[in-house]
């Protein structure tokens, strides 16, 4: 059966300029037959490329490919038997604030062949070879040329809310069901070469749009006009643009400018004249009857064999593939051949981060991929990074979930409380609920990196937090009280605390993930006290706290810590939030709904503050704070979604402390450190 659900979800826009005068046929590919720095087109002696590569078609296709290796191969991920050729454009990345990169994911890929004058027209030559486009330009002429105007851009949504015009550049919006690159091909052949020194000085476009008209004198045959369609997901990184356009090409494009497409003949020549006299329109199983299309099974099964095996192009990179720099032009960018000596690796210079206890359900994942097995977080996590995600997730004993944002509440941590099935010292979230991790980094955060769980159990309250081991305890109880104490392990300490001493009374705890330097209790250090409450409060907290570090090292701390508060309530006259050493007030901020401007983290609380709001945010690995509408909390590494300062709006009193201003309805009063880098706009 000859199913194409996949083909589809390709649009037909860019054909109607051309439906009326040309005859056509359109297939595809189901999918890429490989990914990876290859380019027989190019690097004719069979070395590795300057960028990767999306291929796809024949199976026989790699570094050395040729007309007679192509059509000795076997299977092809495209749906015609009788082509066998390979085509290929570049892959495209996302760029985080943190200079990483990411994949994105792309489908297969629609072929559009055009007949203008069939009559007139010949089979490509055995062995034909075509580039379109210039990897290296990173601007377009005034006008723009026929060769430039050949590949655009169109920002797919199917709902048809959006309606954007094709654009020669990448978008500088979200495109909600994909982006498509669109690619024509020369039609005009100068009857001689098969190739040529710049791989497209044999070709040449038509007058007027490229498809119809007439071909110059210099290249008098006709073949047929290719034009692809691919589709990228970028919707998956809606919630992720720190910038305007976050995308890059695999050769270090942030303009689009040096989208680019080849494509090697593998065409049995009498099927593709056939065709020629014969085709028109969209019924492929009439104009290749029988037996000549594959089935989906055939396709989805054709892998090309890579190559580069020791090549690093996928997984969350640190670089992009062959260390290619990022160029914005206007100026056309350097030829680096031969490639820089240079491999990025996806596993040195990043950690995961611990984020915390995430609810969960069936009918819509906080995290959408995922894989079944028994994992563990730190196999959890490898396996995102090398699918390309920024976060993973353990579920309901080792269920592996990733994803490339979060779109659930936090929950408490005693609420991911099931151990993994292949190593009961470590949890894997619970029934519906996630241990989630993000990939950061190394650095981000002196807690929770490097896979590291610390399980803490105290007063019936199951808390997994990251720390480093033998340094930190934090206890975590179900009384009014959350204590934080610096110890030394294997030490036994009795705090007494009286009125002079810092103490955060929190009555309502989530999550509690501490630093080795967070709080350190001395007799002189001034009071700031938290509470709804007018009466003096005293406090006694009792808890033993066993704390098992889950590295290599092995290192178990025992502590029994005994703590008694005294606080004596009292109003505090300065609306200035006692705040961490080097946290500063950036300002009040514009929000939204629909694209916050710290989006990677939101969690609520009853007694909500600057204070506590910056803690949360540090402690997973983040260097921005805001406080909202009085009880919400934000994080982020930098103000995103064209966030602006506001002149009024933040006016909204802390729950936690009535004296201090959390926000306000749609503004946000944003924290950060100084020193880090951030991006503000003013208007």
């Not at 046929?25 to 590795?48: H, Q, Y």
């Not at 004198?217 to 976050?246: A, C, G, S, Y």
Request: proline share 7%; with cysteine.
């Amino acid at each position: 059966m000859h199913s194409t659900t996949w083909l589809a979800s390709f649009a037909l826009a860019a054909l109607v300029a051309d439906r009326a005068n040309a005859a056509f046929f359109r297939a595809g590919c189901a999918k890429s037959s490989v990914l990876e720095r290859v380019d027989p087109i190019v690097m004719t002696n069979g070395a590795i490329a300057d960028h990767t590569h999306f291929v796809f078609g024949a199976g026989n296709f790699d570094s050395t490919a040729n007309f007679q290796k192509l059509r000795a191969s076997t299977c092809s991920t495209c749906q015609i038997r009788a082509d066998l050729s390979a085509y290929w454009v570049p892959s495209l990345y996302y760029r985080t604030q943190d200079g990483m990169f990411l994949p994105v994911k792309g489908g297969g890929i629609a072929t559009y062949y055009f007949f203008p004058d069939p009559p007139n027209m010949v089979a490509f030559p055995d062995g034909l070879r075509i580039i379109v486009g210039d990897f290296l330009r990173r601007s377009i002429s005034n006008p723009p040329t026929i060769p430039e105007k050949a590949i655009e851009f169109t920002c797919l949504d199917y709902s048809g809310q959006l309606n954007k015009p094709a654009t020669n550049n990448l978008p500088d919006y979200n495109c909600p069901s994909g982006l498509r690159m669109d690619i024509k091909f020369p039609g005009c052949w100068d009857g001689k070469n098969v190739d040529s020194a710049d791989h497209k000085s044999h070709m040449a476009f038509t007058d007027g749009d490229g498809t119809n008209g007439k071909c110059p004198p210099t290249h008098p045959v006709r073949v047929p006009t290719i034009f692809l369609e691919t589709i990228w997901d970028v919707n998956q990184f809606k919630d992720m643009r720190w910038i305007p356009q976050p995308f890059v090409l695999a050769n270090g494009d942030p303009t689009g400018y040096s989208a680019h497409a080849d494509f090697m003949d593998g065409w049995d020549k009498a099927e593709l004249l056939r065709a020629i006299k014969n085709c028109d329109g969209f019924d492929l199983k009439a104009c290749f009857p029988g037996d000549k299309l594959r089935e989906d099974n055939e396709l989805n099964s054709c892998n090309a064999k890579r190559s580069f095996p020791n090549d690093v192009v996928t997984g969350v990179l640190n670089k992009l593939p062959g260390c290619h720099p990022i160029v914005a032009g206007p100026a056309p960018a350097l030829p680096s051949y031969p490639p820089e000596a240079c491999t990025p690796t996806n596993n040195q210079q990043l950690a995961w981060v611990y984020q915390g206890c995430y609810a969960d359900n069936v009918n819509g994942r906080a995290l959408p991929n995922g894989a079944n097995g028994k994992f563990v977080p730190g196999t959890c996590n490898s396996f995102c990074q090398d699918e390309g995600f920024l976060y993973s997730g353990t579920e309901y004993f080792g269920q592996c979930f990733c994803g490339t944002q979060l779109t659930t509440p936090l929950r408490p941590d005693s609420e991911c409380n099931t151990p993994c099935d292949n190593d009961k010292t470590k949890m894997c979230g619970g029934p519906d609920r996630l241990s989630v991790f993000k990939l950061m980094p190394s650095g981000a955060s002196n807690a929770a990196v490097n896979n590291t769980t610390t399980t803490s159990k105290t007063a019936a309250t199951t808390t997994t937090t990251t720390a480093k081991a033998t340094t930190t305890t934090t206890t975590t109880t179900k009384a009014t009280t959350t204590t934080t104490t610096t110890t030394k392990a294997t030490t036994t300490s009795t705090t007494t605390t009286k009125a002079t001493t810092t103490t955060t009374t929190t009555t309502k705890v989530t999550t509690t993930t501490t630093k080795a330097t967070t709080t350190t209790t001395k007799a002189t250090t001034t009071t700031t006290t938290t509470t709804k409450a007018t009466t003096t409060t005293t406090t006694t907290t009792k808890a033993t706290t066993t704390t098992t570090s889950m590295t290599n090292s092995k290192t178990t701390t025992a502590a029994t810590t005994t703590t008694t508060t005294k606080t004596t309530t009292s109003a505090i006259t300065s609306p200035i939030p006692t705040l961490p050493a080097g946290v500063v007030h950036l300002g009040c901020y514009t929000d939204s709904t629909s694209g916050r401007a710290l989006p990677d983290l939101r969690t609520t609380a009853d007694v909500q503050s600057p204070a506590a709001c910056y803690s949360l945010c540090a402690s997973r690995g983040f260097n921005h704070s805001g406080v909202e509408y009085s009880y919400e909390c934000f994080c982020s590494n930098g103000i995103k979604n064209n966030a602006v300062v506001a002149t009024s709006g933040c006016t909204s009193p802390c729950q936690g402390n009535p004296t201090l201003i959390c926000g306000g309805p749609d503004r946000i009063n944003v924290y950060a450190k100084i020193g880090v880098k951030r991006r503000v706009r003013m208007g």
